[in-house]
């Protein structure tokens, strides 16, 4: 029987794709883990595999459509001694929520303990366990499945014919991060339409204003839509408030300069947001109870510090993740942000590298910006905005007169999750590890 191929998720975010491009064609025979397509969602262009051998016997939907429904039939693939006549016999394959968006759409708690709980397995999955039942996978799947841990058995797969693909294994692992699958997370993503209503029911009055002036009219694409909605979410849900401090650079400058001396035959050049990053991890792990995010009906409080770094791409920006930062030196974590930004810019990144984190920073210093408020970005405790540093006047610990690099930092804080005396702590710890960059070595 010919077997549908189906639109992937590929974050525990995605209801829709754009197929950007087939690298099949018809009457290709592939294999489990041949590359079929390219999916491009709101924030990366990634590659789907083939979890079933076979022929591909019809592409059903073309290059460059856009919108296309999570689980809807992309392709069918023949199996071996059907023809392609049997393709219109080929029944549709029922319709499901794809479990992505099942775990982006539960509450925290319900999401933390889904992967992590026996008695919240789901029912299919239960019962093949209790019946000791063959778990139907991809290789793929159970490579993923052990290194990060998941139980297979507590899986119900999207694949054809039930198989546990790649973006299950993906789902699971973002239901254990509960900060991805924050409500209010879930609810801007799902509403990420919904973004350009209020803009669509106003168009006609707004449009009859301009009517007499020469205007283009840009569609919103799906990252344009999704930043729109989660950051009107952010600015009406979450209560922000600010805390500012200016740093005196010039003990980091002078001892970045000699570091990167020292790194030369290596090549490696750290950056001043290289030690910001630094100094924010630092200061999540001296001030712990920082280290939050508001989860609906409570905070959850993290050990490791993860570092989301604010990254500018065509048509928007995204926020790669750095995993562990208080744990890395500074030469590693400029190695790992530039790969990071660099398949950022391309599009390139995967869902876990962009996604999670309790705490952001945005630099807009190296476009000459002095200071800003940065918003928020949802399920983020805080996020830090960092301005450009300067030579300024300023008055010496000799109470003289004398000339300093300064730079300017704006802390946006979640007063759900942070007080204000609680954000002043974290904020002057940074400002300690910034002026006293020798010791976030030790």
């Known amino acids: 029987m010919p077997i549908e191929i189906l639109m992937p998720a590929l974050s525990p975010t995605m209801e829709e794709g754009t197929l950007a491009k087939w690298l099949v064609k018809e009457g ?155 409500a209010s997370m879930a609810s801007a993503a799902s509403t990420s339409g919904a973004a350009s209503a209020p803009q669509s029911a106003n168009f006609e009055t707004i449009s009859k204003l301009y009517a007499e002036r020469a205007y283009e009219e840009i569609s919103l694409d799906r990252m344009r839509k999704t930043i729109a909605a989660r950051l009107t979410e952010a600015k009406q849900t979450v209560p922000h408030f600010y805390l500012r401090r200016d740093v005196m650079l010039d003990n980091l400058l002078g001892f970045r300069g000699e570091m990167n001396a020292a790194l030369a035959e290596r090549d490696v050049k750290l950056s001043v947001n290289d030690f910001v990053i630094k100094a924010c991890a630092l200061a999540l792990t001296t001030v712990p109870t920082a280290n939050a995010i508001w989860a609906g009906d409570r905070i959850l409080q993290f050990t490791p510090a993860d570092i989301a770094v604010a990254v500018a791409i065509d048509g928007g920006l995204i926020t790669p993740v750095l995993k562990d930062a208080d744990q890395k030196s500074l030469s590693v974590l400029s190695t790992e942000m530039k790969d990071l930004a660099t398949r950022a810019k391309g599009r390139k990144l995967a869902p876990d590298e962009y996604q999670g984190g309790s705490f952001a920073i945005s630099n807009l210093g190296m476009f000459g910006i002095d200071n800003f408020d940065a918003v928020i970005n949802p399920p983020h405790g805080a996020i830090l905005a960092v301005g450009a540093g300067k030579k300024k006047p300023v008055v010496t610990a000799s109470d003289e007169l004398g000339v300093a690099t300064v730079m300017s930092l704006t802390l946006s804080v979640d007063h759900r999750v942070i007080d204000g005396a609680l954000g002043a702590e974290l904020l002057n710890v940074i400002v300690k590890n910034l002026e006293n960059p020798m010791a976030m070595l030790a």
């Open 28 to 182: 290709d025979a592939v294999a489990s883990g041949d590359l079929l397509a390219e999916i491009e969602t709101d924030k990366a262009t990634m590659e789907f595999e083939a979890v079933d051998e076979g022929i591909i016997g019809k592409l059903l939907v073309a290059e460059g459509t856009e919108n296309v429904a999570v689980n809807s039939a992309i392709a069918v693939l023949l199996e071996d001694g059907e023809s392609s006549s049997e393709v219109e016999a080929a029944p549709s394959a029922p319709a499901s929520p794809a479990p992505a968006a099942e775990a982006a759409t539960s509450s925290p708690a319900k999401s933390a303990t889904l992967a992590s709980s026996p008695a919240s397995a789901p029912p299919a999955a239960a019962d093949k366990a209790a019946e000791g039942a063959r778990i139907f996978a991809t290789p793929l799947a159970r490579k993923l499945a052990a290194q990060n841990n998941v139980d297979l058995t507590r899986l119900s797969g999207s694949g054809p014919r039930g198989r546990i693909v790649k973006a299950d294994i993906e789902a699971a692992g973002s239901a254990v991060s509960a900060d991805r699958t924050v």
